[in-house]
């Protein structure tokens, strides 16, 4: 079950970590569903902070990895397809060759 703090636990919290005796941290996980669920408006409505910056930071971040995931299977594929045409070819020319050779045998 998840607890929250009073306002009075969290003025504490607060000034323990504005003295350095305490620190606040979120996980991954937590901090990038916050920041894909949440809309920047209704970020500065409740803490009169906007976030706009951060935000488009991370979701042009995430689409940057995906790009780059893309980018990367388009590459092997590439390169399975490349290498599939070389060794298509390579046996065909030496398919060739062996007809050539029975022809000239015979």
């Known amino acids: 079950m998840a ?3 009073t306002p009075e636990q969290y003025q504490d919290l607060l000034k323990e970590v504005e003295q350095g005796q305490s620190s606040l941290g979120v996980s991954r996980n937590l901090a990038r569903q916050f920041f894909s669920n949440v809309g920047h408006r209704n970020i500065r409505d409740m803490t ?9 930071t991370v979701v042009a971040l995430l ?3 995906l790009g780059l995931a893309a ?3 388009g ?10 045409i ?6 065909n020319d030496m398919l060739c060759e062996q ?7 015979a």
Not at 75 to 84: K, M, R
Not at 86 to 91: E, K, L, R
């Open 75 to 84: 590459l092997i594929a590439e390169t399975f397809l490349l290498q599939l």
């Open 86 to 91: 070389h060794t298509t070819y390579n046996a």
């Open 71 to 73: 980018l990367c299977l």
């Open 48 to 56: 009169g902070i906007s976030m706009r910056g951060r935000k488009t």
């Open 63 to 65: 689409f940057f990895a």
């Open 99 to 105: 007809i050539e050779l029975e022809q000239h045998a």
């Open 3 to 5: 607890g929250y703090l």
